[in-house]
Structures are given as structure tokens and as C-alpha cells.
């Protein structure tokens, strides 16, 4: 015992990597779940910032190991990228330290091409992508056509398998989308390289957990994006193709419930989108712009992995009401507080409104969610910046009152909330 897992209260990018940063401290195994490189946790330690898309952000604590389960997606190209630029950043990402469960699946440039001649034909309806080639790994996954890490160590089956994908894959570019196909012996031998560096890194990702937590070790489980991107639990079509919901941390890591103790979710004092789809408490203009920053800090509201504006609006407590439950949340993690600081008033979304009804729940089609109206109830703001508070009640009396109503309102404790992006910033509720 025990597994902890994190996840996403919102649409992603809600701090994880932070929180796992802190949690991490005390883990022995740090595991990714879910999603691929369409992440993008930021670690900021000191002056330095670390930007990882695929390696669970336990990797900057000496201490843990770090595994990407059998839930994750693979680009090997990315996670060697990423693997390099910790290496000159002096944090390593070795075989040793750095595992890849031989069950995940690997992305490949057929996938990145199909995600973007899709989201080019649907124009208009487009999700708005990473175009990371995400949701074409995991069709391929479902379909029982994906291509395993495995393949790594078997590097003739690697070659024809990929030769095979690639063709597979051409005939719908080209026939279906009218796209240029791919070269496949190009990519069977791009592929041949990262099987050759990334073979050492290979592992039987529930093995190595079950032997972690029978020997009493912690194991974190870190989530990608967040539940409203869940494909069951989220805005259902404007969601990725991932389960970034605690029960993805089961399936995509391979351990039973019964190691689970805490399940943390990981909420921003207010609430961000990045691509399309319904957002009932989402404000525009001045308010926007004042909640995203300008993007000259490597914390304002523009997208980790694609550098886009990210939507921004009000905290919204259907939404967060909806985590608790699909997730059963332990605790909650309120993060950017900070960001509220200066604002008179800051209304909170308590409800929603559609057709002269009121909504407590959220509506599980994305048609209806799109006519929701917010219900707000205000509460009064502070002034003081409080990015130097270090515990709780160094914080403004409205700060704290704003805390606890979102707990209240929630029905789960608030163990932390984040006043910045240090690591030092992140305050214990008592
Ligand atoms: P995909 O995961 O690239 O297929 O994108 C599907 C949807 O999920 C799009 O709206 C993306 O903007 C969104 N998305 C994917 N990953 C993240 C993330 O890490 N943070 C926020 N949004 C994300």
C-alpha cells in the first residue's frame, strides 16, 4: 500500500504537474496513466522550468521511479526529445530511473497525418487537436491494429509492422482525405533508431507496481488532461480518446482498487479550455485577458504543448461537483489562487440555466451543455498579492472564505491551494 492517484478536475492543465512535483517527494514510483504528448506539465523548481509532455513529473525528485503505463500513448521521437533535453537540464531520465510499460501503445506519423487530415475535414466541427495523432493511436488501439512499445525488442517484427501500418494507413490518406501518403521504409528505419535507444527502457509496467506496493512502497499515479476530456465522463465529442478519470489510473496502469487511498483532484481557482466545445462560465474581453496573462510568463493561459490562447472563464462548481462524483475524489487541490488576486468580486458558476430551468447536474450531452446559461453567486475579492503566503492563514480573510466555500459547496475537503508556480507555493490547508 498505498496508490495515489491524480487526476484533472476540469478540462486539463490545471497544475498537476505541480502537485505531483510536491507528492512526489515522498513516492517511491511515479506512473503516467494516460494520454500522450498532447500534454504538457510544467515543473518549476528554482529558475529552472521543466516542460515534460511524457515522463511522469516525478523524474525531477531523485527518489522515484518514473513509469509511462499501458493507458499512455507513445511518440518515441518526443520522449526522446524530452529524454535529451532533462539530460542537459542535469536531471536523469535513464533506464534506471525511467520505465515504459511494453504495453503501450506507440504513436507513429501515419497517426499525427490521419489526426490532422481529420480535423481539417471536419472544418468548422473541428475538436481543435493537439494533432498529436492521439485519438488515431488509440483508434488504432481499439481496433486491435495498434503497434505495442514491445515491438522494441524484436526489431524484424518492428520493421514489417510498421511497413505494414504505414500502408495501411496511406490508402485512407490518400483515397479518403486526398492527403500525400508516407514513406514506410523512412519510417521503419526512423522507428529501427528509437527501438535501439529505447529497448533498455522497456518493462512489465503491473509487475513492477504490484511488487512496489506489496513491498509497502507509495506509488503516484499522475493523470493527463482532465475529466471533462474523459471519453466517457467528459464533454463527449469534444473530448480527447483517453480516460484521464481515476478509473483510467486502474485500467491504464494495471492495479486493482483495492491499493487505492487517496484520489486527488487538481482544480484551477478558476477554469480554462484550450480547443472546442461547450463552456458555460467562460468569459470573453477584458476579463479574459486579465485571467490568461499576457503570455510572457511560462504560467499564463497558453497551451504547454501547442502555445495556444487557452479559453478562460469562472470557477464552475457543476463542473467540479461532476469530478467528485465520476472520480469519487478524496480531496481536492485548488491551484493559481494567486491569479484572483486584485479582482472586487469573483463570481462563482453554482448552477446552470437552460430553458427557464435550473440545472444542478451536469447535462450529459454536449448539445444541451452548449445551452446552458451560468448561474453565478458572487463573493467579495482581495487585494493583497498573496504569491509570498506560506501557510493558510497567511492568507486574506475573503481568500479563505472563497477556499471553503468551494469545499463546502463540493462536499470534499481542500487539502492545498497554490499561490504560484514554485515549490515552495503550494500552502497546506489545515
Ligand atoms: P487530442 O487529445 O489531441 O485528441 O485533443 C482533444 C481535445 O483535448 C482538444 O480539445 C485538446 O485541446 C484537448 N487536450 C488534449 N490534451 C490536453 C491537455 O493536456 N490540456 C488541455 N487540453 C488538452
Same mark, same amino acid.
Given at each position: 500500500?498505498? +496508490? /495515489?492517484?491524480?487526476?484533472?478536475? #476540469?478540462? @486539463? $492543465? *490545471?497544475?498537476? !504537474?505541480?502537485?505531483?512535483?510536491?507528492?512526489?517527494?515522498?513516492?517511491?514510483?511515479?506512473?503516467?496513466?494516460?494520454?500522450?504528448?498532447?500534454?504538457?506539465?510544467?515543473?518549476?523548481?528554482?529558475?529552472?522550468?521543466?516542460?515534460?509532455?511524457?515522463?511522469?513529473?516525478?523524474?525531477?525528485?531523485?527518489?522515484?521511479?518514473?513509469?509511462?503505463?499501458?493507458?499512455?500513448?507513445?511518440?518515441?521521437?518526443?520522449?526522446?526529445?524530452?529524454?535529451?533535453?532533462?539530460?542537459?537540464?542535469?536531471?536523469?531520465?535513464?533506464?534506471?530511473?525511467?520505465?515504459?510499460?511494453?504495453?503501450?501503445?506507440?504513436?507513429?506519423?501515419?497517426?499525427?497525418? +490521419? /489526426?490532422?487530415?481529420?480535423?481539417? #475535414?471536419? @472544418? $468548422? *466541427?473541428?475538436? !481543435?487537436?493537439?494533432?498529436?495523432?492521439?485519438?488515431?493511436?488509440?483508434?488504432?488501439?481499439?481496433?486491435?491494429?495498434?503497434?505495442?512499445?514491445?515491438?522494441?525488442?524484436?526489431?524484424?517484427?518492428?520493421?514489417?509492422?510498421?511497413?505494414?501500418?504505414?500502408?495501411?494507413?496511406?490508402?485512407?490518406?490518400?483515397?479518403?482525405?486526398?492527403?500525400?501518403?508516407?514513406?514506410?521504409?523512412?519510417?521503419?528505419?526512423?522507428?529501427?533508431?528509437?527501438?535501439?535507444?529505447?529497448?533498455?527502457?522497456?518493462?512489465?509496467?503491473?509487475?513492477?507496481?504490484?511488487?512496489?506496493?506489496?513491498?509497502?512502497?507509495?506509488?503516484?499515479?499522475?493523470?493527463?488532461?482532465?475529466?471533462?476530456?474523459?471519453?466517457?465522463? @467528459?464533454?463527449?465529442?469534444?473530448?480527447?480518446?483517453?480516460?484521464?478519470?481515476?478509473?483510467?489510473?486502474?485500467?491504464?496502469?494495471?492495479?486493482?482498487?483495492?491499493?487505492?487511498?487517496?484520489?486527488?483532484?487538481?482544480?484551477?481557482?478558476?477554469?480554462?479550455?484550450?480547443?472546442?466545445?461547450?463552456?458555460?462560465?467562460?468569459?470573453?474581453?477584458?476579463?479574459?485577458?486579465?485571467?490568461?496573462?499576457?503570455?510572457?510568463?511560462?504560467?499564463?493561459?497558453?497551451?504547454?504543448?501547442?502555445?495556444?490562447?487557452?479559453?478562460?472563464?469562472?470557477?464552475?462548481?457543476?463542473?467540479?461537483?461532476?469530478?467528485?462524483?465520476?472520480?469519487?475524489?478524496?480531496?481536492?487541490?485548488?491551484?493559481?489562487?494567486?491569479?484572483?488576486?486584485?479582482?472586487?468580486?469573483?463570481?462563482?458558476?453554482?448552477?446552470?440555466?437552460?430553458?427557464?430551468?435550473?440545472?444542478?447536474?451536469?447535462?450529459?450531452?454536449?448539445?444541451?451543455?452548449?445551452?446552458?446559461?451560468?448561474?453565478?453567486?458572487?463573493?467579495?475579492?482581495?487585494?493583497?498579492?498573496?504569491?509570498?503566503?506560506?501557510?493558510?492563514?497567511?492568507?486574506?480573510?475573503?481568500?479563505?472564505?472563497?477556499?471553503?466555500?468551494?469545499?463546502?459547496?463540493?462536499?470534499?475537503?481542500?487539502?492545498?491551494?497554490?499561490?504560484?508556480?514554485?515549490?515552495?507555493?503550494?500552502?497546506?490547508?489545515?
Amino acid at each position: 500500500m498505498p +496508490l /495515489d492517484i491524480i487526476v484533472g478536475a #476540469q478540462w @486539463g $492543465d *490545471e497544475g498537476k !504537474g505541480h502537485i505531483t512535483d510536491m507528492l512526489a517527494a515522498e513516492a517511491d514510483v511515479v506512473a503516467r496513466y494516460n494520454g500522450g504528448d498532447n500534454a504538457g506539465h510544467t515543473v518549476t523548481v528554482g529558475r529552472n522550468v521543466f516542460k515534460l509532455h511524457l515522463i511522469p513529473s516525478g523524474i525531477i525528485h531523485e527518489r522515484a521511479l518514473c513509469l509511462i503505463g499501458n493507458g499512455v500513448v507513445v511518440n518515441p521521437a518526443v520522449l526522446l526529445r524530452e529524454i535529451d533535453a532533462l539530460a542537459e537540464q542535469g536531471v536523469d531520465a535513464g533506464p534506471g530511473r525511467l520505465k515504459i510499460s511494453r504495453n503501450a501503445h506507440l504513436i507513429t506519423p501515419a497517426h499525427i497525418a +490521419l /489526426d490532422k487530415a481529420r480535423e481539417t #475535414q471536419r @472544418g $468548422d *466541427e473541428a475538436i !481543435g487537436t493537439t494533432l498529436r495523432g492521439i485519438g488515431p493511436a488509440y483508434t488504432d488501439k481499439t481496433s486491435r491494429t495498434g503497434l505495442r512499445a514491445e515491438l522494441f525488442a524484436d526489431l524484424d517484427g518492428l520493421a514489417s509492422a510498421i511497413q505494414q501500418h504505414v500502408e495501411s494507413h496511406n490508402q485512407v490518406l490518400v483515397d479518403v482525405y486526398g492527403a500525400e501518403p508516407l514513406a514506410a521504409a523512412a519510417v521503419a528505419a526512423e522507428y529501427a533508431a528509437y527501438a535501439r535507444r529505447l529497448q533498455p527502457y522497456l518493462a512489465d509496467g503491473t509487475l513492477l507496481l504490484d511488487e512496489a506496493l506489496k513491498n509497502g512502497r507509495v506509488v503516484l499515479a499522475e493523470g493527463a488532461q482532465g475529466s471533462f476530456l474523459d471519453l466517457d465522463h @467528459g464533454t463527449y465529442p469534444f473530448v480527447t480518446s483517453s480516460s484521464p478519470t481515476a478509473g483510467g489510473a486502474l485500467v491504464g496502469l494495471g492495479v486493482g482498487p483495492k491499493w487505492v487511498r487517496r484520489v486527488i483532484g487538481v482544480a484551477k481557482a478558476f477554469t480554462s479550455r484550450v480547443g472546442g466545445g461547450p463552456f458555460p462560465a467562460e468569459v470573453e474581453g477584458e476579463t479574459a485577458l486579465r485571467l490568461r496573462g499576457t503570455g510572457d510568463k511560462p504560467w499564463d493561459e497558453y497551451g504547454t504543448t501547442t502555445g495556444r490562447p487557452r479559453r478562460v472563464g469562472w470557477l464552475d462548481l457543476v463542473m467540479l461537483r461532476h469530478a467528485a462524483r465520476v472520480n469519487g475524489l478524496t480531496e481536492l487541490v485548488l491551484t493559481k489562487l494567486d491569479i484572483l488576486s486584485g479582482l472586487a468580486h469573483l463570481p462563482i458558476c453554482v448552477a446552470y440555466e437552460v430553458d427557464g430551468r435550473r440545472l444542478e447536474h451536469l447535462p450529459t450531452d454536449a448539445t444541451t451543455l452548449a445551452q446552458c446559461r451560468p448561474v453565478y453567486e458572487s463573493r467579495d475579492g482581495w487585494a493583497a498579492d498573496i504569491m509570498s503566503a506560506r501557510a493558510f492563514d497567511d492568507l486574506p480573510a475573503n481568500a479563505r472564505r472563497y477556499v471553503q466555500t468551494i469545499a463546502e459547496a463540493v462536499a470534499i475537503p481542500i487539502t492545498y491551494v497554490s499561490v504560484g508556480p514554485g515549490r515552495s507555493q503550494v500552502i497546506e490547508v489545515k
